[in-house]
């Protein structure tokens, strides 16, 4: 690290635009990013000097650009210090003629209004006092850009001067979208790994560079004539840093893989394991070969986390504070003792958690393509991610994954960011529900999963419930949002006899304080006559059927239609699955669950009467049709306002739905149970970390 007292490095970067037709997109903001990694203290550590070391403009003069380096280079001088100049810029200059910087705002303009660009660095180089001049030229034609030898060797300070220069392509090739200058500043902004404490413009960082820019060739040219003073750096290395300051939770990962190989090695940062991994990997003698694999995995671990830290450092971190981080972790799906301490973790800790503790199968870092997600969401990114990131997951492999979980958390069904509860009622192929599966979304994004067990009879049932909702309360807790929705699935048995909103959870009616959405779990397992893909394909044509407009309600079925299970078949034998929502006003004397069952297979949404029958049907048939839109929630409200006795008014709209229930189907269960179509051989408790997150 260099020492406060060292010399101060000064820098000035100049971005000369172009008018009209040759106008460089995107130079502005390449020019001002570049600036601010050079200022930056923990990466160029170069002096901010405002508007006197960045330059930016149409028709800058090239008077304007060579006062402006001349007063950095007796600001260098004076500090006894080097000077990291950046032309950014069109160039221009025949084969074998010295490259010309145009800042006279117009292509093609005489050579003498603009600058030329060897004459400028001899000039530099030259400067009375200055110990050493980095050049990073991005133009066309920019080979073009290198001074005389015998300026450099026999001029006015007789080669007692250090100078490198980095350029974006030879004399000979045009340079596209300011690549050399975005690409440097990303690589000094994370760094690059086995290239010590300093980046310098030396083989690595150029072999580098050639990695990252396509169609042209950037070159570099190092001379060293001085005798005393520091040899010349372009910025701190951030993986060496990061590599000599690994956080608690991916020392810990370090150390337990190194321990497993061999009790007395010794390997504390990542350079030193990719440096015993390089001699040892291959012929692992006389450690476990599963030993040896687990420390490359962490290895893997140690660079994806280090390269997400720097991206997300610089990305989202002006924006984070304590609390969103908070939601960050639990969007993340980190284990809530990560994210509820008092003082919240912090951003390195929840990176190395992710990148530790998630798993990197296939080089699938799952758990940090999830992390990123949630600070993209929290921080207001919409669907678009910043570019920075954008590399970074393409980097990594996980544009995909990054992409997904994106969209399932700006997903939001009823607006309001806030999680939802799906719970499951398994039964043993009769009335008695045996267990509670428990399922956390927030959106459409699944934060955990968990299994209650349930004892015999209600009690039982009701003992499991409350486990469940206290289970999802410190998620909600952690987003700051109440649980307000519930879905509830059942089999049809346990859906016609026990009412999900009827049961007690805490002494209180679980649809009191929750808006319950009972749900069908004949798509989670169907019927014996019908697949899961059987099932998926009657909710999508459901879906399809209910994206009419002009759709104003179920068709109700009478009791002609009901008579025997063979009279219900032949009547949907001429519907096709999932064309029609049914609704009954009355409900069959016998065969009832039979009924349901048939109905329920047909289209997995279905309106029936909570009591036997329904008083006055004109009225509820025409109250739902009214409220159609606005279901299920609407009979959710209505019973809660029933229950307390607010609908006991004439007027009260809501009153009529009070007397019918509903198993509902929408995209959001459609998109839960295709999700989890793969998965529902199995409990919650049975899948593993990667298949839960």
Not at 60 to 66: E, F, G, K, Q
Not at 541 to 561: F, I, K, M, N, Y
Request: hydrophobic share 40%; with cysteine; charged share 25%.
């Amino acid at each position: 690290m260099i020492s406060p007292t060292d010399p101060p490095r000064h820098v000035l970067v100049v971005g000369a635009q172009c008018k009209g037709g040759g106008r460089l997109e995107g130079l502005e903001d390449a020019a001002c990013s570049l600036h601010a990694a050079l200022v930056d203290p923990k990466v160029g550590g170069c002096v901010d000097r405002g508007k006197h070391s960045l330059l930016i403009g149409t028709g800058l003069t090239r008077n304007r650009v060579s006062d402006a380096v001349e007063l950095a280079a007796e600001a260098a001088r004076r500090d006894g210090g080097p000077l990291v100049l950046a032309l950014l810029g069109h160039g221009e200059g025949a084969e074998g003629t010295p490259l010309h910087f145009v800042t006279s705002g117009r292509k093609n303009d005489p050579s003498l209004s603009n600058v030329n660009v060897p004459d400028l660095l001899g000039a530099v180089l030259n400067h009375p006092g200055l110990t050493g001049l980095i050049a990073i030229v991005d133009t066309c034609l920019s080979g073009g850009a290198v001074p005389n030898t015998p300026v450099i060797t026999a001029g006015r300070q007789e080669g007692n001067v250090r100078f490198s220069l980095l350029f974006a392509a030879t004399a000979k090739e045009q340079a596209y979208d300011m690549r050399l200058s975005t690409e440097l500043t990303r690589l000094m902004e994370e760094g690059l790994p086995d290239a010590g404490e300093f980046l310098t413009v030396d083989d690595a960082l150029l072999e580098q560079l050639r990695k990252q820019i396509k169609g042209q060739q950037p070159g570099r040219i190092v001379f060293d004539g001085a005798y005393l003073g520091d040899a010349l750096w372009l910025a701190r290395n951030r993986a060496a840093l990061l590599d000599h300051a690994l956080g608690s939770i991916a020392s810990k990962a370090l150390r337990d893989a190194v321990r497993r190989v061999d009790s007395n090695l010794r390997l504390s940062t990542e350079d030193e394991v990719a440096a015993w991994l390089k001699e040892n990997q291959r012929t692992a003698s006389g450690h476990s070969r599963a030993a040896v694999y687990r420390l490359g995995e962490v290895l893997t671990e140690l660079k994806a986390g280090r390269k997400t830290l720097t991206v997300v450092n610089k990305v989202f971190g002006p924006d984070l504070t304590e609390d969103s981080l908070r939601l960050v972790g639990m969007l993340a799906s980190l284990p809530l003792h990560l994210v509820r301490y008092e003082q919240p973790p912090a951003l390195r800790d929840m990176v190395d958690y992710a990148a530790h503790h998630g798993g990197a199968a296939e080089g699938r870092h799952r758990a940090l393509a999830h992390l990123v997600a949630a600070m993209a969401h929290v921080t207001g990114c919409g669907d678009q991610l910043p570019d920075d990131v954008v590399s970074w997951a393409q980097d990594l492999e996980l544009t995909i994954t990054v992409n997904s979980r994106l969209r399932e958390l700006n997903h939001q069904p009823d607006g309001e960011r806030a999680p939802r509860l799906v719970l499951v009622l398994a039964d043993d192929g009769g009335e008695s529900v045996v267990r509670v599966d428990a399922w956390l979304l927030f959106g459409r994004a699944l934060l955990g999963s968990q299994r209650f067990l349930c004892g015999p009879g209600a009690e039982g049932l009701e003992r499991a419930l409350t486990e469940a909702v206290v289970w999802a309360a410190p998620w909600a807790n952690t987003a700051g949002k109440p649980l307000r929705h519930i879905d509830v699935a059942a089999s049809t048995l346990v859906l016609l006899d026990c009412p999900p909103e009827e049961h007690v959870v805490r002494k209180k009616k679980l649809g009191v304080n929750y808006t319950i959405t009972t749900r069908w779990s004949g798509l989670l397992a169907p019927p014996p006559d019908l697949t899961v893909d059987d099932m998926l394909q009657v909710g999508e044509q459901l879906l399809v059927s209910l994206d009419d407009g002009d759709w104003c309600g179920p068709r109700w079925l009478h009791a002609e239609q009901l008579e025997t299970i063979d009279h219900l078949r032949q009547h949907l034998s001429n519907h096709g699955f999932g064309q029609q929502v049914w609704a009954l006003a009355t409900v069959p004397e016998s065969d009832w669950a039979f009924v349901a069952q048939e109905l329920l297979g047909h289209t997995p949404a279905l309106v029936w009467p909570r009591q036997r029958a329904i008083a006055d049907q004109e009225v509820v048939e025409a109250s739902v049709a009214r409220h159609w839109h606005a279901l299920p929630d609407k009979i959710a409200h209505a019973y809660r306002r029933h229950v307390s006795g607010a609908c006991q008014s004439r007027d009260n709209d809501l009153g009529p739905l009070a007397a019918v229930r509903a198993a509902w189907h929408d995209e959001d269960w459609q998109a839960f149970c295709r999700k989890r179509a793969r998965a529902v051989v199995r409990a919650p408790d049975e899948l593993t970390s990667k298949e839960r997150a």
